[in-house]
């Protein structure tokens, strides 16, 4: 009975859900359906809001960092002038004795020598001169010799007695004036001898002729004085040029020593030339306004022949000397400044430490201090106030290689 009872229950169908219940179950599925979009659409923007904020913290924490190349760009001002190109060294050649062209040795666009004979001139004037005055120091000699042999024995027989005082003062006065009559024949002599010697022509430097402006048997006049005519030859040195140029007043400031510049010239169009501004007047012309060159002066020795390297220039404060510093030589130029025409004059070369790049003169213009690239050491000069002549006062060591000097005041 119990089985059939179980049997019974489980094969028996359950009776239908009332309606209204159903209804409800239908609205809660919906209403929980929506509160599940809505979540999902919360976390979604939740989720892409701090994805954004989280790119937005990544690209505003990196840096931003623009990468360009270099390139050179144009100067900051760029002044094109016409400019005149000279030889470095152009000097005319003159006779210095009156008389005829004898020979010529050199033709336009020969390369010569210093001293190497250009011509020869014949004077026979000059040279009846110099016999005349020859004769006239023989006599002149003589005299002397004969007037000394006078003075001596007066002198002697002075002491004796047997001359008066005034005899003996007479022979010594004549003996005087025959000694100034003797000195003065010879100085004619020698001024004769010279003039002699000047009927040979010779280059003054290594250079090029550019002009020959006489011919055998032509007249020929002594000095430099007169126009183009007189001149005999004119020489030049081309392995440097210099080329001038008049600078406007506005840019007279930036055309400082040592600025490069470009050169180009018409008879070779794409072709540009480097080179330095060698140096400035430091006046400007009244009537245009620019500025021109002074005075030009060779700041090495006389037998220097290599190419120069000139490192450093300083003036003494009271504006009185200048020196400069040249490394292939290892001296140092001294000149003294006119006050009131600026020109240069030389006062000597003075040997200094090896390679001078970097000297200095001290505040009170008393002492001037080299070093030497290549003496590793230091030598300071006295400066004497009247002349400018440095004098070695000591020398003291360096460091390796010292370039450049400062001096402080501490007073």
């Known amino acids: 009975m119990k089985d059939e009872t179980r049997v019974d229950r489980a094969s028996t169908p359950a009776p239908p859900a009332p309606g209204p219940p159903r209804r409800a179950g239908r609205a809660m599925l919906v209403v929980g359906a929506a509160a599940l979009l809505a979540a999902g659409f919360g976390i979604a923007s939740r989720v892409r809001a701090k994805s954004s904020l989280r790119d937005e913290t990544q690209r505003t924490a990196a840096p931003v960092v623009s990468v360009i190349e270099p390139e050179r760009g144009a100067p900051a001002r760029e002044v094109v002038l016409p400019g005149s190109v000279r030889a470095f060294t152009d000097a005319p050649i003159y006779a210095r004795t009156s008389g005829y062209l004898k020979k010529w040795y050199f033709d336009i666009g020969a390369h010569v020598k210093r001293g190497q004979r250009l011509a020869d001139v014949d004077s026979p004037e000059i040279e009846q001169q110099l016999q005349a005055a020859r004769a006239d120091l023989a006599t002149a000699q003589a005299n002397d010799r004969l007037a000394k042999i006078t003075s001596d024995r007066f002198a002697e027989l002075s002491k004796s007695d047997s001359v008066s005082k005034q005899e003996a003062d007479n022979a010594a006065g004549a003996l005087a004036a025959r000694r100034a009559a003797t000195e003065s024949a010879q100085a004619n002599v020698r001024r004769l001898e010279q003039l002699v010697a000047f009927e040979k022509i010779e280059a003054p430097f290594d250079g090029v002729i550019t002009a020959r402006n006489t011919d055998v048997g032509q007249l020929v006049d002594a000095g430099s004085s007169g126009g183009p005519a007189r001149e005999l030859f004119r020489m030049a040195t081309t392995g440097t040029l210099r080329v001038f140029v008049n600078v406007p007043q506005s840019s007279a400031a930036a055309a400082a020593p040592g600025l490069p510049v470009e050169l180009t010239v018409a008879e070779r169009p794409g072709h540009q030339y480097q080179g330095t501004i060698a140096r400035t007047a430091n006046s400007i012309d009244p009537a245009t306004g620019t500025l021109t060159?002074?005075?030009?002066?060779?700041?090495?020795?006389?037998?220097?022949?290599?190419?120069?390297?000139?490192?450093?220039?300083?003036?003494?404060?009271?504006?009185?000397?200048?020196?400069?510093?040249?490394?292939?030589?290892?001296?140092?130029?001294?000149?003294?400044?006119?006050?009131?025409?600026?020109?240069?004059?030389?006062?000597?070369?003075?040997?200094?430490?090896?390679?001078?790049?970097?000297?200095?003169?001290?505040?009170?213009?008393?002492?001037?201090?080299?070093?030497?690239?290549?003496?590793?050491?230091?030598?300071?000069?006295?400066?004497?106030?009247?002349?400018?002549?440095?004098?070695?006062?000591?020398?003291?060591?360096?460091?390796?290689?010292?370039?450049?000097?400062?001096?402080?005041?501490?007073?």
């Open 293 to 411: 060159e002074l005075q030009f002066v060779d700041a090495l020795p006389a037998d220097f022949k290599e190419q120069p390297a000139a490192a450093d220039l300083h003036v003494t404060p009271d504006g009185r000397f200048l020196y400069g510093s040249e490394r292939k030589t290892s001296t140092l130029a001294g000149y003294r400044i006119d006050p009131d025409k600026g020109t240069l004059s030389p006062i000597g070369h003075f040997p200094t430490e090896k390679t001078p790049r970097g000297f200095n003169i001290d505040p009170r213009g008393r002492f001037l201090l080299s070093v030497g690239l290549d003496s590793n050491a230091m030598t300071v000069y006295r400066i004497d106030p009247q002349t400018g002549a440095l004098a070695v006062a000591k020398q003291y060591p360096m460091g390796q290689q010292p370039n450049w000097i400062e001096i402080v005041d501490l007073r």
